[in-house]
């Protein structure tokens, strides 16, 4: 059973970066995407950012330019670097994997960005 730690959240002023991790484990057959959405209160939770097996990637466009994904494929571990935060990208950060045999959700990470 694949599972996923997603870790690196917390609270930081405007204009700050933080950068999320998410680890995978258990047997993964291969790995279609991996992708990080956000939900904030209230809000449906949306796609914020794709890399997909051969390591194209993809944003929404509230974050282009500011957030980059990435990943270790020897950790099966995917990253969200966050810079130029702005209040309005608080939310939990969910990690996301699909691979060819399953699709698993991560347990979300908290994102606070408040002065």
């Known amino acids: 059973q694949v599972q996923l730690a997603e870790s690196g959240g917390g609270l930081v002023q405007p204009g700050g970066s933080l950068r999320l991790s998410c680890a995978a484990s258990g047997t993964i057959v291969r790995i279609i995407a991996m992708h990080w959405y956000r939900q904030s209160p209230g809000k449906q939770r949306e796609l914020v950012a794709t890399?997909?097996?051969?390591?194209?990637?993809n944003y929404a466009d509230s974050v282009k330019g500011r957030f980059t994904i990435s990943r270790d494929n020897t950790k099966n571990a995917v990253y969200l670097q966050m810079n130029s935060l702005k209040p309005e990208d608080t939310a939990v950060y969910y990690c996301?994997?699909?691979?060819?045999?399953?699709?698993?959700w991560g347990q979300g990470t908290q994102v606070t960005v408040s002065s």
């Open positions: 996301r994997l699909i691979s060819v045999a399953t699709g698993v």
């Open positions: 890399i997909t097996g051969s390591g194209s990637t």
